[in-house]
């Protein structure tokens, strides 16, 4: 058992995800209800390398639950990849007396998580907070349930389009390493075609099945593709493929980009919010440490840091399939 924490911190790192504010609050007021002082960090590890802290009681987190982004900023440090500006954090958060941290991020933001506890046995606990959902140890990460519905609510509007005017439209969503949103979104929205990094259809295989949708009578088509895509380049190769060899189609591209990032999170994302926020910190006051807090089977889980990087979440190989039969 390690030193009694009556002082923990917590930040967000790494590109922002909706839910973040719905951790922030849930750490901050598990705090107060233990009473155990609480200080919030602005900017992740660049303001803990610049001391940008500020203390957080429960009402510092009234009426945040709602809002997309972080109350508390983010951002990418170069400076806390050297050992001198870790040095620089961990002099800080001695200086202000805190024995704990919570990181809500990404697998970046868990990487300098590891090495900070290794160099210092800083006791470290992570929230996953990204809207690939691609961190091992989690069946979903913050924010990836309002980025799903996002993404699935602009594909609708854009069928409308598609379908007035017999097009054929790319939907570029994100995922640059992990194809859930495109799956996921795809399925929900009815698209005829998903293109993930997991599974590399090739161009040939496309042009075959838009062809089939083609004779089958569909006079509009949407193509679903995450970002990683490898069938590719990139999605306006893609869309110029189809164009020479399909010119019965008018083809459109339209990438969703960082809105898929924004607006107030679901319902879903802030009970998991919630929930992951109160574990952290009860992790932290049991002495526990070097841990992500996630959640499988709908019960909320330990994974240890190092396994939630580098592990795979991987993809739905059934959904997948269902995929395949819902194209025919």
């Known amino acids: 058992m390690g030193k009694k924490i009556k002082k923990i911190a917590v930040m967000t790192s790494g590109g922002d995800s909706p839910g973040m504010n719905a951790a922030i609050r849930s750490v901050v007021r598990a705090c107060a209800y233990y009473r155990t002082e609480c200080v919030g960090i602005y900017r992740g590890y660049q303001g803990m390398i610049e001391g940008d802290f500020i203390n957080m009681s429960a009402r510092s987190v009234n009426n945040i639950i709602h809002k997309g982004g972080t109350i508390l900023k983010s951002a990418r440090s170069k400076e806390f990849m050297t050992k001198e500006g870790r040095q620089k954090a961990y002099e800080n958060l001695k200086e202000h007396e805190i024995d ?4 809500i991020g990404g697998d970046g933001s868990f990487t300098g998580g590891v090495v900070f506890n290794s160099e210092y046995n800083f006791p470290v606990i992570g929230i996953p907070g990204t809207i690939d959902n691609d961190i091992y140890g989690t069946s979903h990460t913050l924010g990836y ?33 992990a194809g859930f949103i495109a799956l996921n979104a795809g399925v929900g929205a009815g698209a005829e075609e998903i293109l993930v990094p997991e599974e590399d259809l090739g161009l040939e295989r496309m042009l075959e099945s838009l062809q089939k949708s083609r004779r089958s009578g569909k006079s509009s088509s949407i193509v679903v593709v995450a970002e990683g895509d490898k069938s590719g380049k990139n999605v306006y190769q893609l869309a110029n493929y189809v164009e020479e060899n399909m010119p019965e189609y008018e083809v459109r591209v ?14 879903f994302d802030r009970v998991l919010a919630s929930r992951l926020g109160v574990k952290a910190v009860e992790f932290l006051i049991d002495g526990k440490s070097n841990l992500m807090v996630g959640l499988q089977d709908n019960k909320v889980v330990a994974t240890d840091l190092e396994k939630a990087i580098k592990g795979q979440h991987s993809i739905d190989k059934e959904l997948l399939r269902v995929s395949d039969i819902m194209t025919t």
């Open 254 to 267: 339209s990438v969703l980009g960082h809105m898929q990032r924004g607006g107030s999170p679901s319902c």
């Open 145 to 177: 349930d309002t980025a799903l519905n996002t993404a699935m609510e602009a594909i609708d509007k854009i069928r409308d389009t598609a379908s007035s005017h017999n097009r054929l439209f790319f939907v570029e969503v994100m995922g640059r390493d």
């Open 100 to 103: 704990g941290l919570v990181v």
